[in-house]
Each structure stands twice: as structure tokens, then as C-alpha cells.
């Protein structure tokens, strides 16, 4: 599988190739604070006034990066793979080779504080459905009006499944839905 980046997240990586190798390593230990503690504006300073450059592209730059792993990251993908979604953004071998060695470094960790984080958006639980047919009433015989019920349940908040599937720690919704359909 291959990661397709945007053009927005090209051009912030397009400033990878213009530092030192070195540059790129830290911007990745920069990517990986950032995942685990958020966001620091004396880093990004302190970055920018070693390389000369201004704030805003070392910000870009460590959000694509940070972007490019925790995407790969959440995909699990396999080192061709990763390296097969690098090519396509033109960098040297060697840049490769150092964005390769960060991912196989990090991607555990990555994985790790990802499944930490909580998700705000509700997620499929399950699926209850019944068809009912009414087939005629007292006023119209040849009338058949179909009526499809359908109980949906979605989870909000932290859900955790153990193996056995029980869920605890959690915040349901329920949907009801009556459709008729016309045949």
C-alpha cells in the first residue's frame, strides 16, 4: 500500500532535502515530542534560528514529517512500502535511507501514542434490522407497503475491547431508522 500525500504536505517536506542529515534526525525526535506532548514554540525558535530560516518553514517541516510517519505508521506499512511512498517525493537515497531508519525506529512508539489518544467520532458497534410488509388494510386490498427498522448503535469515547469483545468505559449512541421503500 502506498501513502499518497498532498500537495500541501509535498511542499512541507520539500525542505528536508535543503538540511543536513543531522537536521532531519532532530526534526524527527521534534515530530515525536510533539506527538507525545504537543506543540513547543522555543523549539521551533531555537530550530529556526540555528538553520537561519524562518519559524513557519521549520514548523511545516516537522509537521510533514510528523504526518508522514504517524500515517505510515497507522497503516502499518512494510519497508518497501514506506520507501515506494518516499520516492515519489524526489529526495536523495540517502534522505530516504534516514527517513526509513526514523519510521522502523518510531513506528512502535508512533503506533503506542496514537492508540492513546482519544477519538471524538463515534464508531460502529452494531447492526440490528427487522423488514416489516404490510400486505393489505381495510380500506386498500392490493396494497403492499414494506417497512425496513434498523437499530444502530455507535460508540463515543474510549473504547476498549478486550478479546472476548466486551466493551467497557464507554458512551453509547442509539439510532432509530424507519425507511419506507417504494418498489
Not at 130 to 150: F, G, K, N, Y
Request: glycine share 4%; charged share 20%; proline share 4%.
Amino acid at each position: 500500500m502506498l501513502l499518497v500525500l498532498s500537495e500541501d504536505h509535498k511542499e512541507h517536506l520539500a525542505f528536508l532535502p535543503k538540511v543536513d542529515t543531522a537536521v532531519v534526525g532532530e526534526f524527527g525526535r521534534i515530530a515525536l515530542e510533539f506527538l507525545r506532548r504537543g506543540t513547543s514554540p522555543k523549539i521551533y525558535e531555537g530550530a529556526a534560528r540555528k538553520l537561519c530560516v524562518p519559524v513557519e518553514m521549520v514548523h511545516h517541516g516537522v509537521e510533514g514529517l510528523m504526518f508522514l510517519m504517524t500515517e505510515s505508521s497507522k497503516h502499518m506499512m512494510s519497508e518497501v512500502d514506506f520507501l515506494d511512498s518516499v520516492l515519489v517525493l524526489g529526495f536523495s537515497e540517502e534522505l530516504n535511507q534516514i527517513l526509513l531508519q526514523l519510521y522502523l525506529q518510531h513506528h512502535s512508539q508512533i503506533r503506542s501514542i496514537l492508540s492513546r489518544l482519544p477519538s471524538n467520532l463515534p464508531s460502529y458497534h452494531s447492526l440490528e434490522w427487522r423488514l416489516d410488509v404490510q400486505l393489505a388494510s381495510r380500506s386498500v386490498r392490493e396494497q403492499v407497503i414494506p417497512m425496513l427498522t434498523m437499530h444502530l448503535l455507535l460508540m463515543r469515547g474510549c473504547e476498549r475491547y478486550n478479546k472476548c469483545g466486551v466493551v467497557w468505559q464507554c458512551k453509547a449512541l442509539f439510532w432509530w431508522v424507519l425507511l419506507p421503500l417504494k418498489l
